[in-house]
Structure formats: C-alpha cells, structure tokens
C-alpha cells in the first residue's frame, strides 16, 4: 500500500509523543513492505528520526507561516526567497525557540491554517499539491492530528484518495486560545470534519471527547493505541536501594511537574523516605527553563535539591536507561490527556505508575499495571506515592503485570497492524 503521512515536526527540542507515535508507526510500516512517504510541516522531524523523511523537503516551514500569517507582502514572495527562509539551520533555530510561543499566542496562525486554502498559508498548499502530484497519487493520506484538517478537502479532491486524521491531544492546544479563537478554531474543525474519512483515536477517552466536541457521529471514529518497539527495553530491577521517582515528559508545568515535585516535598518530610530521589528527563524548551529555575529554587528551599536530578538527554537509549534506574513513574497531567506514551514505555520496562484516574490513564493502566489516585482529593498523590514506595514487593507484583500488558496491547508491530485494517477499511475493495 502506498501510504502518504503527513506530520507536524518538533525540531527534537522536546519529548514529544505525537512525534515518536507517528515515527514507530512509519518505521513499521515500511518494516511490512509498505510505502510510505514522510511529510514533515513547519519543523524538521524528531532529531532520531530525521533520516524517515529522505529527501522530503519541510512543508509550511514555521518561520514562512508566520510571516505570511503577519505580513501580507509575504503571501506572494518568490520561491526562492522562501526556499531561503525554509534553511536548515533558520528552521533548527526556530526549533530551539518553539516553547517560547504560546498557544494563546497562534490562535489567529492556527485557524487559518485550519482554513486550508482560503487561509494566508494558502500558497504552501499549492506547492505542496503540486510536488505530490509529482509525486503519483498514494493510496491512502494520513494527517497526524486535527490541526492539520484544513489539508483535507483540497488533498482528497486533488489526489482523490481517501483521508484519515489521528486525534491527541488537540483540546490542550486548542482550549489553551483566547475563548473566542478557541471557539472559532473548534468550529472550523468540525467543519472540516465533511472532509475525513476516518478519525483515529489514541484512546476511547479521547475519541468519544472528540466526537462529541465535534457533533461527529461516532461510527467515523477508530480507535489505534500508539505503540513502541519492545527492543531495547530490559525489565528494571526495581531494587528500591534508593527509591527512586520518575518523571518522563517534557519538563513543563503543564505536564505536572510542578504537583510532583510538591507530592517529593511532602514525602521527604517522612523518615520513612528519607532517602528517595527523583529523576526527571524529556527536554524542554522557552518558558521551561524558567520553571525549571522555580523549581530549583523550592527544592533548594526544602533542603532537598541534592535529592533531585535532571537528565538532559533522552534519546531512545537514554531512555531506555533512565526507566532501568526508576522504582515507579508518575507524571501527573492536570487533567489527564489523550494517551500518554511515557506509560506505556515504563510498562516496557516493567516499571509501575502512579497516574490520575483522568483522561486516558484507566485505559493504559488497565490489569493493573500502576496505580490510579483521584486528582481532586488532596494530598491523593503524595498518599499515593508513598502506598508504593513503602511496598517494594507490591511494586514489583506491578511492574510485572505492567510488562506483560505492554507485550498484549501496546507493541509497535500491534499498533501498525491495527493502523492498516483502517487503512482497508476506507480504501474499499481493490
């Protein structure tokens, strides 16, 4: 099956698990003997897979986008003028400065990219249809997320190929607007939702939010959980000698790390876990930092910032080595969130979690692979940290049965599988 997939990159600043999905899930394929082509828009791919997109030139190239949203003059410049602004090496360095843009900041950039060709992008658009019908038509057109919807209508009546969009986490971004740019971007979606095919859920969670949000009937939604490669992953030892707490996301407050390092306060006042340390990785990028800072600072206050490391690095391996140091994992999304991917690499590894009973977080940690806390009730994460910590034997009885339901449910080979029977589904008889 030839398969066209086009994706948002995020420079590799950051763990970004839109990136890493739709990475594993393009490896796969081409491992079954499709072919697929890569599309990456505004940034270059994830830095470990930047070799998955070839010779595929980035599309809507994030600082061209912005000009065009801001500067009317830009909408008609030359190409070679825009092939300069699309460089590497200016890309690389918007890469670097992403976080420092706010959601609430590109309402007005997203909702004309989510218009599509009536959009200020739209010459993007044009040159992008014109170098895939160069290209041949593909079977089949997968956009990575809803943001990318404007794409569909003009893709699907030009390459008359079926549309499929998977879904996560778009309400972050979208609800993080101005109400009245939410409201209009939100409206233009489930306009453009005459244009898909199929919508592919990361969760149930999150699929029936979606339809319901978007007044979609729920028979166009599928349900694909992400999955990642076992190899690599070797079961932690989970020796508690220290115990050690585990944070994999990016390092921003929006992921929950500021209520974990308040839950890491809380539990160093006990002499019971008087020796356990907290490890954190996943990158981070423009007000990060700064939080960061205010982190250090509040555990330089509480005298235990020698308790605390930050891993810079998190390539594959890196993180494959990170999850062997851990006891148990938690990171705790204020309101959950439409997957969660370091979950799933935890169980690989064997490791519990502690996670809020929201979002997506029952679905994963189903067979009871982790622990579940009710984010409404006070001190419940601490409680639930410290239930854990206290019962290294519990914690392993955990971690096994969260390696196994890994092998069952969440493998790279099982999500790829399941991704090509909707493939079929839409594509109809050959």
Same mark, same amino acid.
């Given at each position: ?231 690599? =992953? ?138 579940? =806390? ?57």
């Amino acid at each position: 099956m030839k398969i066209l997939h086009i994706v948002p990159g995020a420079g590799g600043e950051f763990y970004c698990e839109n990136c890493l999905r739709d990475a594993g899930l393009v490896r796969m394929l081409i491992r079954m003997g499709h072919d697929v082509t890569l599309v990456p828009l505004y940034l270059p791919m994830f830095a470990d897979d930047a070799n998955l997109a070839g010779k595929t030139p980035v599309f809507f190239g994030g600082i061209n986008v912005y000009l065009q949203q801001k500067v009317p003059l830009f909408r008609h410049t030359p190409r070679w003028l825009d092939r300069w602004i699309d460089s590497p090496w200016l890309l690389r360095l918007a890469a670097r400065q992403a976080g420092s843009t706010r959601a609430r900041d590109l309402g007005e950039t997203t909702l004309s990219m989510l218009r599509g060709e009536q959009g200020y992008q739209a010459k993007e658009l044009d040159r992008l249809v014109r170098w895939l019908s160069e290209c041949g038509p593909p079977d089949v057109v997968h956009l990575s997320n809803a943001l990318l919807i404007g794409l569909a209508g003009r893709l699907r009546r030009e390459l008359r190929v079926p549309i499929l969009c998977s879904l996560q986490d778009e309400d972050k971004w979208l609800d993080a607007m101005r109400e009245s740019e939410a409201r209009a971007c939100w409206t233009a979606i489930a306009e453009r939702a005459a244009d898909v095919d199929a919508f592919v859920a990361v969760s149930r969670d999150y699929g029936d939010a979606m339809a319901r949000r978007l007044g979609v009937a729920a028979d166009k939604f599928r349900v694909v959980y992400p999955g990642i490669n076992p190899e690599g =992953y070797r079961p932690a030892s989970l020796t508690f000698d220290p115990p050690v707490i585990g944070f994999l996301s990016r390092l921003s407050r929006g992921q929950g790390l500021g209520e974990l390092v308040e839950s890491f306060i809380a539990l160093k006042r006990d002499p019971r876990f008087a020796r356990v340390r907290l490890r954190a990785t996943g990158g981070q990028v423009g007000d990060d930092h700064r939080f960061e800072s205010e982190l250090r600072r509040q555990l330089l206050s509480a005298g235990v910032a020698d308790d605390v490391e930050i891993v810079p690095v998190f390539d594959p391996a890196s993180r494959a080595a990170f999850l062997e140091s851990l006891s148990v994992l938690c990171v705790p999304v204020p309101g959950g969130q439409a997957f969660g991917l370091f979950v799933i690499e935890a169980m690989a590894a064997g490791v519990p979690s502690v996670e809020p009973r929201v979002g997506a977080f029952p679905e994963l940690l189903e067979g009871g692979a982790g622990i579940l =806390y009710d984010p409404s009730a006070p001190g419940a994460l601490t409680a639930a940290l410290a239930a854990l910590l206290a019962d290294p034997e519990k914690a392993r009885e955990l971690g096994r049965r969260a390696r196994q339901g890994f092998l069952n449910r969440f493998t790279l080979e099982r999500m790829a599988a399941d991704m090509v029977r909707v493939y079929e589904s839409v594509r109809g008889p050959q």
